[in-house]
T-cell receptor, first 114, second 115 residues
Framework: NAGVTQTPKFQVLKTGQSMTLQCAQD?????MYWYRQDPGMGLRLIYY???????DKGEVPNGYNVSRLNKREFSLRLESAAPSQTSVYFC?????????????FGPGTRLTVL | AQSVTQLDSHVSVSEGTPVLLRCNYS??????LFWYVQHPNKGLQLLLK??????LVKGINGFEAEFKKSETSFHLTKPSAHMSDAAEYFC?????????????FGAGTILRVKS
């Protein structure tokens, strides 16, 4: 039982390049989330998917797109990377989009945009 | 909207002494509150959670937190620090107002444990 897995672990991009961050969970969870972590700011929600087939914007969605490919997989795409998107990205999942639910986090992707 | 304030960005303790990490929250609802820990270059791990049951919540590795509604606080404590406790700790509130099960994170407290 791997939990939440993310690929790649590290990535360096040049401004304007595109890339997709992959996330998969094997816990049969309904809801999945993408966060970014910046120093001194905690984690901020980029997008989330309450259930398969639905996606919604979070707190900081600009410059990103997401795809809920199936129940297991939730990808995050940067179409034209900018230095402001240098961050650590975490994927998470939870049983359902209901209050009180614990979220399980992946190990993160460290992205640097030059 | 709900928010979380972690009152200390850095806390330094000696091994074997008590740990206190302070957290205040604001919430329009009966909140769910969590503490997560992040060791260097690792993902986040749940330490404990409060979901309107007992106000004193026990978590893993000897940590506990007390929910005090009158003070809107959810401070994290441990009687005796261990070197392995050195990490960053996040106080988190579950926000149902805008998004289902959205987690609102505090800015984090870095705990340093001196030998």
């Amino acid at each position: 039982n791997a939990g939440v897995t993310q690929t790649p672990k590290f990535q360096v991009l040049k401004t304007g390049q595109s890339m997709t961050l992959q996330c998969a969970q094997d816990m049969n969870h309904n809801s999945m989330y993408w966060y970014r972590q910046d120093p001194g700011m905690g984690l901020r929600l980029i997008y989330y998917s309450a259930s398969e087939g639905t996606t919604d914007k979070g707190e900081v969605p600009n410059g990103y797109n997401v795809s809920r490919l199936n129940k297991r997989e939730f990808s995050l795409r940067l179409e034209s990377a900018a230095p402001s998107q240098t961050s650590v990205y975490f994927c998470a999942s939870s049983q359902g989009a209901s209050i009180g639910g614990e979220q399980f986090f992946g190990p993160g992707t460290r992205l640097t945009v030059l | 909207a709900q928010s979380v304030t972690q009152l200390d960005s850095h806390v330094s303790v000696s091994e074997g002494t008590p740990v206190l990490l302070r957290c205040n929250y604001s919430s329009s609802y009966s909140p769910s509150l969590f503490w997560y820990v992040q060791h260097p270059n690792k993902g986040l791990q749940l330490l404990l959670k409060y979901t309107s049951a007992a106000t004193l919540v026990k978590g893993i590795n000897g940590f506990e937190a007390e929910f005090k509604k009158s003070e809107t606080s959810f401070h994290l404590t441990k009687p005796s620090a261990h070197m392995s406790d050195a990490a960053e700790y996040f106080c988190v509130v579950s926000d149902r107002e805008e998004y289902g099960n959205k987690l609102v994170f505090g800015a984090g407290t870095i705990l340093r444990v001196k030998s």
